[in-house]
């Protein structure tokens, strides 16, 4: 993984997300994602870090909160990977709790894979 990372709750996210099992870093869209095994559930970006929801009605209630943005790439608009600031500790602790449950949820659409 070649992309360095200079800010440091960006740094926090990095160093706690490659601690989970079945995940590692790849670059996704220019930036630094996370996999668990072949799904991708999350990826740092310029304003925060992104998370994958797996319904629309979920990233909604993320985008309800202050600083949260819908992930922008190439004039498209990625509603199901709302961006979360990291300004602050407590905005750091929400973004944990938010992707490892998109780390979660990418886990058992694995599982549904597998079934087919």
Sequence with gaps: MSLSITD???NA???AVLT???VKA???FGHRG???????FGFLASAGVAVKMSSISEAEEL???AGVAPFKARGAVMRTWPVLPLRSNSELE???SALRNSYE???????KKKKK
Excluded: C, I, N
Aim: hydrophobic letters at 40%; a positive charge.
């Design 20 to 22: 989970w099992p079945k």
């Design 105 to 111: 949820d990418a886990g058992k659409r694995r599982k």
């Design 13 to 15: 996210v990095d160093e």
């Design 63 to 65: 985008h309800a909160r």
């Design 8 to 10: 440091p709750m960006q």
């Design 94 to 96: 929400f973004a944990l």
């Design 34 to 40: 996370y996999m668990r095994s072949d799904t991708l």
């Design 26 to 28: 790849k670059v996704v």
